[in-house]
């Protein structure tokens, strides 16, 4: 068998697993066929690409029911009972409940005369799971192998076009491709991948932020997306202000961005965070405002110290009456709580100075500059 952290290779006529053993992994058959037979003889089962086997060992430690053994050349990912039990964590509990329930009756019941699910979905599901398992693992051997690198977005003050700040954004270089955060972002925020990768933002984002501040106006900061599930991570807050102070830098030149609907979640939780993220000093901003689940009720609990309009208004602003009023009501009230205000999707450069006669202060999109590595940014 060759092996490496998530994928095993089998040659024909090699036991993957036998009958009796315990162990603590599943398998999705990524190439050839496995066969599943009891130590009788009697066959059970040929599953090809993209079907699951062993999976009772992710819930249960009871001895295997069956053994799995290699029909032809054969390529396995592996998935870990913790790879499970991680991902059971931050479901809902209900459907966790459910989930444990159902697999617990599972293992006791050998009824094979269950209407089986249809076989087109069986095989949509397979190779979504399959896709989805190849592009988790691929990030995590990324993270490991330094693929990712942040890029910075300048924020500029819109009267005078000075950088006042960036926004760090995540970019995965794998086999010489820069691939879009919108095919690795979703895939981290469904797993715990999010507090390691949303850590590694932190880190890195600190630790240009001297030559980035350099590049700005008076007190440049640089500000990073939070995740749901970092509002869990209970030292991450700690992390970062040590980082920022041994740099010498002012916690205030990091802000932490979050959107409206990430509060739909754990409310209170999330705001007890980002108490703590505002006594150390650092800043909150308010993401996409505008397009969530905007409510004054709670705009006024949350320690903001500024909103960013979100681009859909930008882009119709010239065109659409009621973008443009959108805009000077968001504008009014971002002064009167007193929190900056920031345009994001500016892409020409009539947008600009249209927001700026409406009051807004500050703006970023690609006509005012693109994201771009650190040595290019600084």
Not at 306 to 311: G, H, P, Q, S
Request: hydrophobic share 40%; glycine share 8%.
């Amino acid at each position: 068998m060759a092996s490496s952290t998530f994928v095993r290779a089998y040659a024909p006529g090699e036991a993957i697993f036998r009958q009796g053993e315990t162990g603590d992994e599943a398998f999705v058959v990524e190439s050839g066929r496995v066969c599943i037979a009891s130590d009788s003889g009697e066959e059970i089962a040929q599953l090809g690409t993209g079907e699951i086997f062993g999976e009772m060992a992710l819930f249960s430690r009871a001895p295997r029911m069956a053994g799995a053994t290699a029909v032809e050349p054969t390529q396995l990912r592996a998935i870990s009972r913790s790879h499970i039990e991680e991902r059971l964590e931050v479901t809902d509990p209900l459907l966790r409940h459910v989930l444990s329930s159902v697999m617990e009756r599972l293992r006791a019941t050998t009824d094979r005369a269950a209407t089986p699910t249809p076989k087109a979905r069986r095989d949509q599901h397979a190779r979504q799971a399959l896709r989805a398992l190849q592009r988790e693992h691929a990030i995590i051997n990324g993270l490991d192998a330094g693929e990712f690198e942040l890029h910075f977005q300048p924020i500029l003050r819109l009267s005078d076009r000075q950088p006042v700040g960036h926004e760090a954004l995540a970019r995965w270089r794998h086999d010489g491709t820069l691939i879009p955060p919108g095919e690795f972002i979703p895939v981290t925020e469904r797993s715990q991948l999010a507090t390691r990768f949303g850590r590694w933002v932190a880190a890195t984002a600190c630790a240009s932020l001297p030559r980035l501040a350099a590049a700005s106006a008076a007190d440049g900061y640089i500000s990073i997306n939070i995740s749901t599930h970092q509002f869990g991570d209970a030292t991450l807050l700690e992390s970062m202000a040590s980082q920022l102070d041994e740099l010498g830098m002012p916690a205030s030149a990091l802000r932490l961005e979050i959107t409206e609907t990430q509060l739909l979640g754990d409310w209170e939780a999330a705001i007890a965070w980002l108490d703590t993220a505002r006594a150390l000093g650092m800043g909150v901003m308010l993401d996409d405002f505008g397009t969530g689940y905007s409510s004054l009720a709670y705009l006024h609990r949350l320690p903001l110290t500024a909103l960013k309009i979100d681009r859909s208004f930008v882009g119709t602003m010239l065109v659409d009456g009621g973008s443009r009023k959108i805009l000077r009501t968001i504008t009014l009230l971002a002064r009167d709580l007193g929190v900056d205000c920031i345009a994001e999707g500016i892409e020409e450069e009539t947008q600009a100075e249209a927001l700026a006669e409406l009051g807004v202060l500050y703006g970023q999109g690609y006509h005012l500059g693109w994201p771009e590595p650190l040595q290019d940014a600084a």
